[in-house]
């Protein structure tokens, strides 16, 4: 690989940035006012969510978006704090600290830092498969049950009561106990907001249209409803001292750059942190990966998922120098950079730096809002990542990818964030080696017609007596090896009259040492009663690993390139004479 | 189930009982008399590798064999103390309590009981298939390093220093730092008893041959050899005074029946303990198999594995019960059981009464036995587990199993028995998984003058440049969805002259939710190029679950019976029209 090549590997900037026009400039230019809007009081409620002061959400999001657009390849993904990873962090995080005190900061710091790390190994090392351990159906019901501890945990805000809790026994007591302490003022704000804003997400669209705007510039304004309901609440708040009326507000945000920071390097924290880390790491991955990959087949680009782990992580250690907690693509935010017109990571730079803007300017504006109004936000946001369908999908299709996600959305209610996720990825897993170990096994027969076999259960076909042929349709290793053993004997009892046993291979894809000494196990017993063992259909790397082995001098029968050549030879084709070979 | 059949089912003594005949009760009687001669010695041995007094290894012999007799399948299995189940109590029971102690004793009983319910529980539940996820090379490679473990672990008392430790670190430092305090006389004894239990077992059947004895009977008898072992230095200890020259003895050991004994209930010993019964329980019950079956199939009978679940947990509950630790079927006392003519699990009972006997009467004799002499025969046992040749195997044949192998091993050397079990089972998971995550994918062309398709690479075959026939050799599942998205995307690209895509399915066993939604991918990506998809050969279990989704309503090709079929109709084979169906 050429030097300047290796360069365009991990930094994609550069492949876009030579032919930067003016035109491109202004579409990213314009998606970045947008986006900035909308990112504002996004960014103030997740960190919120997150038990971190507001304008750490900020942080978050700007020096991570100019990180990302260097080294990601993206050209849409909109980076920074989201809904499903602002949950685990405050799980994570509040093992080690109350939230509120300065450990707690510190340690989301020292988490992002973490997080980017094990992101930029994975991608360095090109690792990033293991987010494939994530199944689809996994994630769904991940995310599905934490949208619904988040919306739960925001009703204590929206009441105006202390909530809690990182699982929904424990939201739901909690809230149950501190009922008595609900602020009418404050409950009014956040079910006002709230309604408002499912209102802009269904009604504002329709009406723009109506009142004569296009779709596409009627669907971004109504974007802008959060920053909206923001604005009003916070007025209002202020013209009437709310604060003072028991509304909670945000209160001082401390203006400014965002602050120079470093992560902890104390190894207690490192290795408290670690499984989070890395849960938080692949989750985020395989969301922000998702999304990225959704935007980019609309304009025919491609993303490198290695490359994103670079990316994300880059963007994840720029965040935890300057303040920031663990970020990754959000699906809200990047189909609005994407709507509005993004060309190019630069939209994501400009963002930035309208972001920074707004650190360093507005956040005296931000003293009167109320957290309720922020409350809604949040709830309205994530009730869309409510989807049980996946529950139905799933067992229609299949019990155990019902299972998995069915036990994933339990623990994660239940026992929150971490346990879910672990729960769902060893769930599927250990799913799919039960499988594997008691695999499909079907005797199979000649289509009349034709040279191809199938299932004598499924399918008239043509078979006889002596020649009993076998598929079976797994790889065969250690787990389903006695399997085979106990299934081929059993079915070869004394007294029937099977000569010959042909195993057909076409669904082995590897044969372990361990099945490899089972096949020699049938293959001697089958002697010892007389019969003989072929196989047929070898794949080429199995038949390569068997060749190393003294499995096929001692096989008493033969080894055949397809099952047609081995029911002729061993006369189970209609009017064929057995082969002389025998 | 008729109730008698079901007695039948869960008490297999119920089978042979009613045809016991003097002449089999001969039989047994003469391999009881053998087996119990070596069982003493061998008993008192192990129950000092597991850090427990010696009478211990005698309980553990009596009712469990009883037990055994009742519930287990195997006519032949001896079942008692082994080595390797010894080796991973002194580990278990060593993190609780001090050896020597009573808590110690106390802990080893309640392992049993564990062990017990736990191999009931699988029995009664039908989870025998748990212990196939040990494969052969890594059941070999622990049983290797355990062996090397226990023989280092002798060395101290074949040197009479103290020694202890539970990985070859431990032992070699603590070898090392007491070296000074070697004495000769038992080093003398020590050597003396090895070297002539090694000659017994080489050098003396061809002797007894030659002097005229028949093979079976000189066999036998040179079994005797570490009974002769025991009374000669015994005799010599007691003549000679050694005891109190610095031989360490066996000394006052408890005579009379075997005490009533209960487990703790103790609910933090039996969460301590947990983990270690179940290594325990799965590492017995495989080996135990592993000789019962090879026995059986030497006179053509059956064992029933779930049903020898229920009979060693019978045993080790009754072990538990009478002041005896985890025991399971060993090897060579089977195989002597065997050889001397066992013929039901009678020969058990009857081996059961000889060791009864000898822990009511002859202890006394004892006193006088060198601790060398028990360290002697335990040596020369586990030497012959010792096989390094299972790590050439698995090299030549598999690298990934010799990654599993090579890192059990390592493991139990250097961090202990249970991290090298547990290891050695997640490894070989782990590169079962990995592998199927990125599987063997394969363009595949008609062999000329057949239907049959293979792999363009490896053979001379027909193709077309419109048609893509792709095999993938993997059940498609969550790990490799996407790996078969990029390969078939990647490689399609712009220009080519593909119209066509078939997926040849023969070798996909499953289609779980994740590669379905990847299918579905491909499918619309497909589409969107102006490409077809095709599926052939698809089985007939993932084709039911394909027709419960929408999925082929939006495939844009067809499902085609065989490739052949699909071949003809795309017109990829020499000669053939394109079908009418296009």
């Known amino acids: 690989m050429r030097t300047s090549d290796r360069f365009r590997r991990f930094l994609p900037i550069l492949d876009w940035a030579r032919t930067y026009s003016s035109e491109t400039a202004t579409n990213d230019l314009v998606a970045a006012v947008i986006v900035t ?50 949950l685990m962090t405050a799980a994570a995080v509040g093992n080690l600290a109350l939230p509120g005190t300065a450990e707690y900061a510190a340690a989301a710091i020292t988490l992002a830092f973490l997080s980017g790390l094990i ?12 987010a494939n351990f994530l199944s689809h159906p996994v994630v769904a019901g991940f995310i599905t049950a934490s949208g619904i501890l988040i919306a739960t945990s925001q009703v204590a805000t929206l009441l105006g009561i202390r909530g809690g809790g990182q699982t929904l026994p424990e939201m739901l007591g909690n ?88 992560p902890s390097f104390s190894p207690e924290v490192w290795v408290s942190l670690a499984g989070s880390a890395l849960l938080i790491s692949v989750i985020g991955f395989v969301e922000s990966v998702s999304v990225a990959q959704t935007l980019a087949a609309k304009r025919r680009q491609r993303i490198v998922p290695d490359q994103e782990l670079i990316g994300l992580g880059a963007a994840n250690i720029a965040g935890s120098l300057t303040g920031g907690y663990p ?25 930035a730096v309208g972001l920074l803007v707004a650190a360093a300017f507005l956040t005296p504006l931000l003293y009167h809002l109320p957290k309720a109004t922020l409350a809604a936000t949040i709830v309205v946001a994530v009730l869309s990542l409510v989807d049980f369908g996946v529950l139905r ?20 209610l239940l026992a929150g964030v971490e346990a879910g996720v672990s729960t769902g990825v060893l769930l599927s897993i250990l799913l799919f080696l039960w499988k594997s170990s008691r695999p ?93 063992l072929h196989l047929s259909e070898v794949k080429g790397p199995v038949m390569d690993a068997l060749q190393r082995t003294h499995f096929l001098d001692a096989l008493t029968g033969q080894v055949f390139l397809s099952q047609y050549d081995a029911a002729v030879a061993l006369g189970a084709v209609p009017g064929a004479k057995r082969d002389a070979a025998e």
Chains 1, 2 share one sequence.
Not at 339 to 351: L, M, R, S, V, Y
Not at 393 to 412: E, I, N, Q
């Open 440 to 532: 499909h096994i079907a005797e199979v027969g000649l289509v009349p017609g034709t040279q191809h076999f199938r299932n004598i259960l499924r399918h008239k076909v043509f078979t006889v007596p002596e020649v009993l042929t076998i598929r079976v349709d797994e790889s065969l290793y250690f787990a389903n090896a006695r399997f085979l053993e106990d299934y081929v004997l059993a079915r070869v009892t004394d007294g029937c009259p099977v000569r010959e046993v042909v195993l057909m291979c076409s669904a082995v894809n590897t044969i372990d040492m361990s099945a490899l000494e089972s096949l020699e196990a049938i293959n001697h017993r089958l002697r010892d009663m007389g019969l003989r």
């Open 37 to 86: 809007i909308m990112l504002i009081p996004q960014s103030l409620a997740y960190a919120l969510l997150a038990g971190l002061p507001p304008e750490m959400g900020l942080y978050a999001s700007i020096l991570p978006l100019v990180a990302y657009a260097v080294f990601g390849t993206s050209r849409a993904l909109a980076v920074g704090p989201v809904a499903v990873v602002s």
């Open 175 to 262: 809230l149950g106990a501190n009922l008595g302490d609900i602020s009418l003022l404050t409950l009014g704000i956040g079910v006002a907001a709230t309604a408002f804003l499912f209102w802009v997400r269904k009604g504002l669209k329709p009406l723009l249209v109506r009142a004569g705007l296009k779709p596409r510039p009627a669907d971004l304004l109504a974007k802008a409803g959060p920053v909206a309901a923001v604005a009003a609440t916070a007025a209002l708040a202020w013209a009437f001292g709310l604060a003072a009326r028991g509304v909670a507000v945000v209160g001082e945000v401390p203006g400014g750059l965002p602050p120079l920071t470093l």
């Open 119 to 130: 992101l930029l190994a994975m991608g360095l090392f090109r690792l990033g498969f293991i």
């Open 393 to 412: 999908r799933t067992w229609v299709y299949s019990k155990g990818d019902f299972a998995a996600v069915a036990g994933t959305v339990a623990v994660t």
């Open 327 to 351: 970020v990754t693509g959000g699906f809200a935010r990047s189909v609005v950079n994407f709507d509005a017109g993004a060309a190019t990571p630069a939209a994501g730079a400009f963002t």
